[in-house]
């Protein structure tokens, strides 16, 4: 373990003023202090993030504000979510242990890195890790990662479940740095490797995750995340995908479809929810949307069963929704805790 120094703001203007760009934040830690400890990060400077007042779950209007700092339990829990949301929940619950979820932050769940072992093994070469210097798992072990979004420069998977949600639902995510504050939407968060792998997300140096606000719809009540890993918990995924559909009158009228553990960002397949607007559902049309999911994958040697995979995660989800109509939007006086 290398020396590093260490801070604990209380509020962001204390942040910015007394820590440069280069400090690494840390919440629950469940992912920075994995990766000090393999020294794939080597700060110089740790700024405990926990003090700040960021924890919030909030309704407003018909959208809910949740805090960079609310762990994952608690979101996984909140009755907004559990009622209007629940693809979201799913997800949470599907990641990881309880003791993590109770420490895991929705901004550290945003920002977790690749568990690719090429990655985290300093003996290896990774172009996320060190750019330009190549790619292990392209020739190696290479049977858990992406066939989505890949480049020749990394195949690596983004591990998060609860990404996958945020992306399928919408979510705007909050940022702020010492320039000002921004809004970035989920699905555009995340950077595919490209010939920059390394850079994994649109925040700039010194730029911290506030929150994010999800729209309550009625293709996110009426929705679910399924997931497929080699054990039945605490295993990331092979493939996951969530969905959501707005159904009226026996037709589809808005459809969401996220795909998690085959790409190398959370990845929003629109041209399955093409497929699906406009029609009845049922098996033909989902079997289509299936189809359409796996669309531009690119599988190598080991990892090709994953395109069948996407297909079948995705029409498993599809036909595990609920008959029954989703629940209306809660109004500002409904009554639910926040």
Not at 61 to 72: Q, R, S
Not at 193 to 210: H, M, S, Y
Not at 293 to 300: D, H, I, Q, V, Y
Request: hydrophobic fraction near 45%.
């Amino acid at each position: 373990m290398r020396s590093f120094t260490y801070a604990r703001p209380h509020d962001l203007t204390q942040l910015w003023r007394e820590h440069g760009p280069d400090a690494a934040y840390i919440a629950g830690g469940t992912n920075l202090v994995d990766l000090m400890k393999c020294g794939v990060a080597t700060p110089q400077r740790v700024v405990d993030i926990g003090a700040l007042p960021l924890g919030g779950i909030e309704l407003d209007g018909d959208k809910l504000h949740v805090g960079a700092l609310a762990t994952n339990s608690d979101l996984a829990a909140h009755p907004l979510v559990v009622r209007h949301l629940p693809m979201l929940a799913q997800a949470l619950l599907s990641g990881a242990s309880p003791q993590l979820r109770n420490l895991a932050t929705l901004g550290g769940n945003l920002m977790q890195r690749t568990r690719c072992g090429y990655f985290r093994d300093i003996a290896m070469p990774c172009n996320k890790r060190e750019p330009g210097a190549g790619c292990a798992a392209m020739d190696g072990s290479h049977h858990g990662h992406a066939v989505l979004g890949t480049s020749e420069h990394c195949i690596a998977t983004h591990p998060s479940d609860l990404a996958v949600a945020l992306v399928a639902l919408d979510a705007q995510v909050s940022v702020a740095g010492p320039n000002g504050a921004r809004v970035v939407p989920a699905d555009a968060f995340h950077l595919p490797p490209g010939d920059r792998p390394d850079r994994e997300t649109q925040l700039a140096a010194g730029e911290l995750i506030l929150g994010a606000a999800i729209p309550l719809e009625a293709a996110g009540a009426h929705s679910c995340y399924v997931k497929v890993r080699e054990r039945a918990s605490y295993a990331f995924a092979l493939a996951s995908a969530a969905v959501g559909l707005d159904v009226r009158d026996g037709t589809i009228r808005d459809a969401r479809v996220a795909l998690g553990g085959v790409a190398t960002t959370p990845w929003r397949a629109r041209a399955a929810e093409r497929v699906l607007v406009g029609s009845a559902p049922g098996p033909a049309v989902f079997g289509r949307a299936a189809d359409a999911a796996a669309e531009g994958a690119r599988p190598l040697r080991d990892n090709a069963y994953k395109v069948e995979l996407i297909r079948r995660v995705v029409t498993r989800a599809l036909t595990t929704l609920p008959d029954a109509p989703p629940p209306a939007a809660p109004g500002p006086l409904s009554g639910e805790p926040t």
